[in-house]
């Protein structure tokens, strides 16, 4: 059985740093493209970011180009997900995802975590 599990959520101060992890367990890390997504209240799920299998290619969307970063360890089956600069409308439940099919849309994902809260104050 395929469990992802986030670690990492907590309340920040507006321009503070957060890392989110995820750990996957029951396979291997490196048999998926990993993706981290976010819902806030009363809003639908927003991609976040998506890596490769190998690491070896990115993609995140344009509202956290140059805060975010993903990044994994296969060895660690983690990813993780880097937040600096963080803003208020960064608050949201955070979720990872993994599959080699998902899209930006949230569709073909595999598995999903459990997701973990991140609160930015003003």
């Known amino acids: 059985q395929v469990q992802l599990v986030e670690s990492g959520g907590g309340l920040v101060l507006a321009g503070g740093s957060l890392r989110l992890s995820c750990t996957i367990s029951?396979?291997?890390?490196?048999?998926?493209?990993m993706g981290w997504f976010r819902q806030a209240p009363g809003k639908e799920r927003e991609f976040v970011a998506r890596?490769?299998?190998?690491?070896?290619?990115?993609l995140d969307t344009y509202s956290v180009k140059g805060r975010f970063t993903i990044s994994r360890d296969n060895a660690k089956n983690t990813v993780y997900l880097q937040m600096n600069s963080l803003k208020p409308e960064d608050t949201a439940v955070y979720y990872c995802?993994?599959?080699?099919?998902?899209?930006?849309?949230?569709?073909?994902?595999?598995?999903w975590g459990q997701g973990t809260q991140v609160t930015v104050s003003s």
């Open positions: 995802a993994a599959g080699n099919r998902g899209d930006t849309a949230g569709v073909g994902w595999d598995y």
């Open positions: 029951g396979r291997t890390a490196s048999s998926y493209a």
């Open positions: 890596i490769s299998w190998n690491g070896g290619r990115t």
